[in-house]
């Protein structure tokens, strides 16, 4: 898998997913990642890449001339359009299948704004979306870009160690995930609850699944409405309610 990202701050990427588990999967040839710097392209003897807004208000709008320009860098001679995503608060809401949806696309373009955000017009001629990771304004697009590569990549085969390192995550199945423990058994006088030591592998999946279902509940009922859901998952649902 291929990311692309285009940014005035490409320093930033390399020292995020340089590291840990993402940098692993880059250094072993499971996902590309190339940081292209939006100033590389401007026509400014100053790399300029700003100018006012024509509507007025404060702060800069990005200009579309370099973005476009360094979106060329990756896309001429290609055989195909890569698909483009522009980070954007007015975008589609990122979440767990999004991610996955996102995994199955063997190259992706990232576009970073600043300032005010980016000239429309270069929008309309290379995303093919706009996302955003939540309800809320930062002041740039670096920090979603870096969580869209963060969980797109870690589904791509052989970045984690299995396949069950991420099935059973909170929001992959529907669901939250349910409490893990590890050792000592005992710590600040809290024990680990007894069915996960008891060598019971059906009683120990019924509990995952019930603390999960229960999370969910407490926290996150909306996902409730979504999540696929058995008819003993509804009666045990209706039942943690009403206690």
């Known amino acids: 898998m291929r990311f692309d990202v285009l940014t005035l701050f490409p320093k930033m990427f390399e020292a995020v997913l340089g590291d840990s588990i993402i940098g692993r999967a880059y250094r072993a040839g499971l996902i590309e990642m190339n940081f292209i710097d939006i100033r590389d392209f401007s026509s400014d003897k100053h790399r300029k890449t700003d100018d006012y807004p024509y509507s007025g208000g404060g702060g800069m709008l990005m200009t579309p001339q370099p973005i476009y ?8 001679g290609l055989d195909y359009k ?14 767990q299948s999004e991610a996955v949806r996102l995994s199955e696309i063997d190259h992706i373009v990232l ?26 304004v930062l002041t740039g697009g670096e920090i979603p870009a870096m969580a869209v590569i963060d969980a797109v990549s870690r589904l791509i085969p052989g970045v984690l160690a299995s396949e069950s390192s991420y099935e059973n995550e909170s929001h992959y199945s529907g669901l939250l995930e349910y409490p893990q423990y590890t050792r000592p058994a005992v710590w600040h006088g809290m024990s680990v609850p007894e069915v996960l030591i008891s060598g019971h592998h ?21 996902m409730l409405k979504k999540a696929e859901l058995s008819d003993e998952d509804k009666k045990f649902i209706d039942e943690y309610k009403n206690k």
């Open 69 to 76: 320009d360094a979106y060329m860098s990756i896309a001429e």
């Open 82 to 95: 890569p698909f483009t995503i522009y980070m954007s608060p007015k975008g589609k809401i990122f979440d």
């Open 111 to 136: 576009l970073c704004g600043h300032y005010e955000g980016v000239d429309q017009r270069v929008i309309d001629e290379i995303a093919d979306m706009e996302l955003s990771v939540g309800d809320y």
């Open 202 to 222: 059906a009683n120990v999946e019924k509990w995952k699944r019930e603390q999960s279902l229960a999370a969910t509940a407490d926290r996150r009922p909306d």
